[in-house]
């Protein structure tokens, strides 16, 4: 054989071997941050996983690492999945939410020492392209609320060798909450984008009740067309029903955009009402004029959150051409709650934009608040406004009857008092909150946890948002005067994280439901449960000696 054929066949030799794919590229990212106590498949830890484009494959065999945890023994198993796709593991084993679609398939079931070591072993064929390798755990069902988890990645186990994950402990850890749950996530439904939390809790307390925006393929505000869509709960936020549209189509509302909602609960007949914004002339808030105004809608279910009927528009009761305030350009509702006085009346919070002749000229934004006595048949606007420069308000009734705002301004918020349901204010119209959560202007919550009126030892207030400059970090912090000063703020969510609201359940815990950045660049709709022990570190505690007791009417 001549030396040139020789030194070909070598060539080619040498190339054969080097055509073999090989993992070549990974990114490990930290999963869930908040957890549940008995939650199941927790995607806590995503390694994305790239093989070489060359024609053969590699054969996975097993990934190790470590758990870190306040106790170990609240974890209680370890596996490993390969998702179907990018985005968050989902896995529903006893099919408690057929309506969302499960997303990983089982590579193995791992072992865990006990100084937390871990090791999965099984066997996948991965071909040339991209793998999203998930470590999800079980979580003790006799778990402390409050404790932490998290997992690493030491190496991976690729045809028979062992190669190191360099950067396999990212940022954060999952803390345990009573409840945890993902209400809705990016895909759900075909829905890319989901926002603008809303929840309250049935007057029976049987269930807890949401809407959302759904606004499918795009993240734009109204006037845009976007959707509200409604769900519940019946095991204290663990799983929710499927999200049914209840405005934004031609039978519910119209076929235009309808968002922002908020919710009340009315304890004396049990009536759900939601209140939102809709773009009935394709005008949003700052393009609304007296004769094309953003209206504003209610909604009712009569069945605790079950059912709905049709949107109701209210805005000529309230502002715009032909009503009793003639030169307000349009507003909206703080998003997530409103308010029940103790004497039966409704109460939303409204922002506005206003000018003296109804014109784009010398406009201002102010604060105010729609009220009604029937029930949420009929509203009026009552008194004048609490605050100028005013975004996306809350209301609460203090123990004698005082009605206390907080107004989200640029980094921190507003907040006023009024005597008499608006006609004049304690506080100067721009008053900052000068202690809690502050540095970002996004919308929160802001409402009793518990009042001394109703036999409660301690007149409890909160708020939720993000402690942060950036949208990230939604917190909670506690008022002992009824709103006017806080503490220190206690981290719900570490990452980024943006609007939230609350309701208080029936066994004195609270629920806070909020945008979570996810992994896959959109927001999830989160939803965490914890006590009151949990919120104040200990300080405050419902017992036997000292029971949880609701709001009550007068």
């Known amino acids: ?258 968002g922002d909602a908020s919710l009340i609960t009315n304890r004396i007949n049990g009536d759900i009402i939601g209140i939102m914004t809709s773009s009935h002339y394709g005008t949003g808030f700052f393009s609304s004029t007296p004769e094309k105004p953003q209206t504003w809608k209610t909604i009712v279910s009569h069945d605790g959150g079950k059912t709905w009927e049709a949107p109701v528009d209210h805005t000529k009761e309230l502002y715009a051409a032909g009503s009793p305030n003639p030169n307000w350009l349009g507003g909206f509702t703080g998003s997530g709650a409103g308010l029940q006085k103790r004497d039966g009346t409704l109460v939303s919070p409204f922002v506005n934009r206003e000018s003296p002749d109804g014109t784009n000229n010398n406009v201002t934004q ?70 809690g959560i502050s540095g970002n202007a996004c919308d929160g919550e802001y409402m009793y946890w518990c009042s001394t009126i109703d036999g409660n030892p301690w007149n409890i207030v909160f708020q939720t948002g993000p402690n942060d400059p950036h949208r990230q970090n939604v917190s909670i912090a506690l008022s002992t005067d009824e709103g006017e000063t806080f503490g220190t703020p206690k981290t719900i969510c570490p990452r980024g994280s943006a609007y939230s609201a609350a309701t208080v359940l029936s066994d004195g815990t609270v629920g806070v439901y909020y945008e979570e950045e996810g992994l896959y660049g959109c927001y999830t709709m989160r939803f965490v449960r914890f006590s009151l022990s949990w919120a104040s570190d200990g300080k405050y505690s419902f017992t036997k000696k000292h029971p949880f007791r609701p709001i009550q009417m007068k």
């Open 366 to 435: 102010n604060y105010y608040n729609f009220m009604s006595k029937d029930g949420g048949q009929t509203w009026f606007v009552s008194g004048k406004s609490g605050t100028t420069a005013a975004d996306e308000p809350k209301v609460l009734e203090r123990n004698n009857g005082d009605l206390a705002i907080s107004v989200r301004a640029g980094g921190y918020n507003y907040y006023n008092v009024t005597s008499d349901d608006g006609n004049t204010w304690k506080n100067a119209p721009q008053t900052r909150f000068k202690t």
């Open 1 to 258: 054989m001549k030396k040139k054929t020789i030194l070909a066949l070598l060539a080619l030799m040498v190339m054969t071997v080097g055509a073999y794919a090989e993992v070549f590229g990974t990114k490990v990212e930290q999963g869930k941050v908040t957890t549940g106590i008995g939650n199941k498949d927790v995607a806590i830890l995503r390694s994305t996983l790239t093989v070489s484009d060359n024609t053969s494959n590699v054969n996975f065999q097993g990934v190790t690492g470590k758990i870190i945890a306040s106790d170990l023994k609240d974890v209680k198993s370890i596996r490993a999945y390969f998702a179907t796709n990018a985005q968050e593991l989902f896995i529903d084993k006893i099919h408690a939410m057929k309506w969302r679609e499960n997303n990983g398939m089982l590579f193995a079931e791992g072992k865990m020492a006990k100084d937390g070591t871990y090791t999965v072993r099984g066997s996948k064929k991965l071909m040339p392209g991209t793998y999203y390798l998930w470590i999800a755990l079980d979580i003790s069902s006799k778990a402390k609320e409050g404790n932490m988890v998290d997992a690493t990645i030491t190496s991976y186990i690729i045809d028979g060798k062992e190669q190191t994950e360099p950067n396999g402990n990212p940022a954060n850890a999952a803390t345990i909450f009573l409840t945890e749950s993902s209400v809705l996530m990016p895909m759900d439904k075909g829905s890319l984008y989901y926002r603008i939390p809303a929840i309250c809790t049935s007057a029976d307390g049987k269930r807890l009740v949401a809407l959302t925006d759904d606004r499918k393929d795009h993240n734009v505000d109204l006037p845009t067309h976007c959707y509200v869509v409604a769900q519940y709960s019946e095991d204290n936020g663990r799983t929710w029903t499927d999200p049914i549209i209840v405005a934004g189509t031609a039978e519910t509302g119209g076929d235009y955009g309808h």
